[in-house]
């Protein structure tokens, strides 16, 4: 489903540059296209207010994600900070078989290469289900929301 077809969703998604910094060409791409992804199909609201589009702002403050929503006047809505501590194990194990599977590609059988892709999946669904917990309350999102969010929080967090 296209963004213009729900009410409670995500309008635009921005990086506060300052705290955030630029990446190299290669993560500004990915950084790029997880917003993209992620704008372009979303389920996202915020718990006890009406139906509404809202942008969400993402900075870096003492190593913890602080989510910045406002509506589309730009007005604040809610502001959270998510730790990442929990995340430190999928985030170390993700890249680990991520650098694993872009070995593969180059040099493995098209067999091993799809077990690499189930476990990068799988760790990926991990990374997904624990963020849409730590967000229990505060942000309702549908699980391919948490998904994309997810993906754009391994965006900020690759060495490249």
Same mark, same amino acid.
């Given at each position: ?5 729900? /009410?409670?969703?995500?309008? +635009?998604?921005? !990086?506060?540059?300052? /705290? ?10 990915? %950084? ?23 942008? &969400?702002?993402?900075? !870096?403050? *003492?190593? @913890?994600?602080?989510?910045?929503? /406002?509506?589309? *006047? ?8 998510? +730790?990442?501590?929990? #995340? %430190?194990?999928?985030?170390? *194990?993700?890249?680990?078989?991520? =650098?694993?599977? #872009? ?6 059988? /098209? =067999? ?18 624990? !963020?849409?917990? %730590? !967000? @229990?309350? @505060?942000? *309702? ?5 948490? %998904?994309? &969010?997810?993906?754009? #929080?391994?965006?900020?967090?690759? @060495?490249?």
């Amino acid at each position: 489903m296209n963004a213009g077809a729900q /009410s409670s969703r995500l309008v +635009s998604v921005t !990086l506060d540059d300052a /705290s955030i910094g630029r990446g190299t060409p290669d993560q500004e791409h990915e %950084r790029r296209v997880a917003i993209y992804d992620l704008v372009e199909t979303n389920n996202f609201a915020v718990p006890g207010r009406d139906r509404g589009v809202y942008a &969400l702002r993402l900075s !870096l403050r *003492d190593r @913890k994600i602080v989510l910045d929503i /406002s509506d589309a *006047d730009g007005a604040p809505v809610a502001a959270h900070l998510l +730790s990442m501590t929990p #995340f %430190r194990r999928i985030l170390r *194990d993700y890249f680990i078989i991520c =650098e694993n599977y #872009f070995s593969a590609i180059r040099t493995s059988s /098209s =067999e091993r290469i799809e077990a690499i892709d189930m476990g990068r999946r799988g760790l990926h669904n991990e990374g997904a289900q624990l !963020l849409a917990e %730590r !967000l @229990k309350g @505060k942000i *309702d999102c549908d699980f391919d929301t948490a %998904r994309r &969010l997810f993906t754009l #929080f391994t965006a900020l967090h690759w @060495k490249g």
